[in-house]
């Protein structure tokens, strides 16, 4: 799927729960009893990139070639950018999109709804561990079976993808968290570049996926290696 690269089609999707039609108002009881502060621990948690043995995971198939809207560009205009520290990555997130709390060295952002459930999260973090460009599908897939969240399913991988400034390899997958049996779906990607390599993980809630995917697709294609 291509996104389209304006800032009103951000606005309007980041806000659509609140003026949308009955199904996307069905959408908010999706994190009930989660908080946003835990929602957002619990991405991080899957944001970091330690490698965790688990349980096997199963690939749900599509017909679409993977990652077929992925194109390198510049973020619409009016999204905010947001540099790691050491110089790795450059994350860009939408006009609503709020900085949160995340480990040191890493950049976080959520868009949230007006009650406080997480609608979107965007993170990247410096390459901590044995993760590479090769290994990363599986890599990805194994850290999310921890304690933390279950059932990861991958829905596309690609590597060689040419993000702006390096190279990088990505998962699609969908998990359950733990906490609140809540499913995610997410976009990470493992991109290197001349200043080394980073994470960038996008994600949302599964079921409105089809609202915010194509504004994380966006956040993947802006994302610059340093």
């Given at each position: 799927m291509v996104a389209t690269a304006t800032a009103t089609t951000t606005a309007d999707r980041t806000t659509a729960i609140e003026t949308g039609s009955a199904p996307a108002r069905q959408r908010t009881t999706l994190l009930a009893g989660l908080s946003l502060g835990s929602a957002i621990a619990l991405m991080a948690?899957?944001?970091?990139?330690?490698?965790?043995?688990?349980?096997?995971?199963?690939?749900?198939?599509?017909a679409e070639a993977p990652f077929a809207w992925f194109k390198a560009a510049a973020a619409p205009a009016g999204w905010k950018t947001m540099e790691l520290p050491d110089g790795t990555g450059v994350l860009a997130v939408p006009p609503d999109a709020t900085p949160a709390e995340s480990d040191p060295g890493s950049v976080s952002a959520t868009v949230s709804s007006?009650?406080?459930?997480?609608?979107?999260?965007?993170?990247?973090?410096?390459?901590?561990?044995?993760?590479?460009?090769?290994?990363?599908?599986?890599?990805r897939l194994d850290h999310l079976a921890d304690e933390n969240s279950s059932s990861p399913?991958?829905?596309?991988?690609?590597?060689?993808?040419?993000?702006?400034?390096?190279?990088?390899?990505?998962?699609?997958?969908?998990y359950v968290t733990h906490v609140g049996n809540n499913r995610y779906r997410e976009i990470a990607c493992l991109v290197a570049g001349s200043e080394g390599s980073s994470?960038?993980?996008?994600?949302?809630?599964?079921?409105?996926?089809?609202?915010?995917g194509p504004v994380l697709e966006q956040a993947v294609n802006a994302y610059r290696a340093g």
């Open positions: 948690v899957a944001a970091c990139s330690s490698a965790v043995q688990g349980p096997d995971s199963r690939t749900v198939q599509t007006s009650t406080g459930e997480l609608r979107i999260y965007l993170n990247a973090t410096p390459r901590q561990g044995s993760e590479s460009l090769d290994n990363w599908n599986t890599f399913s991958k829905i596309a991988e690609r590597t060689g993808l040419a993000f702006r400034g390096g190279t990088g390899s990505c998962v699609e997958d969908s994470v960038l993980i996008v994600a949302a809630p599964a079921d409105s996926w089809p609202l915010y």
